[in-house]
């Protein structure tokens, strides 16, 4: 089986780093970047489209 990943990007300092979407909380709840600490709705930190419809695959 191959693990399925989205990439994600903080909005606020850059920081970017992938993460297996099963893992994720629901894509309209709060998100903390590890970083800066920024939050913001999951949805924003999604790099791409297709990363957003991964994560909604999983939910």
């Given at each position: 089986?191959?693990?399925a990943?989205?990439?994600?990007?903080?909005?606020e300092?850059g920081?970017?780093?992938?993460d297996n979407?099963a893992d994720?909380?629901?894509?309209?709840s709060n998100?903390?970047c590890s970083a800066?600490?920024?939050?913001?709705?999951?949805t924003?930190f999604?790099?791409?489209?297709r990363?957003?419809?991964?994560?909604?695959?999983?939910?």
């Amino acid at each position: 089986m191959v693990d399925a990943f989205v990439r994600l990007v903080c909005p606020e300092c850059g920081k970017e780093w992938q993460d297996n979407p099963a893992d994720l909380q629901d894509l309209r709840s709060n998100f903390s970047c590890s970083a800066c600490h920024a939050t913001r709705r999951l949805t924003e930190f999604m790099r791409t489209e297709r990363d957003l419809e991964a994560v909604r695959q999983f939910q």
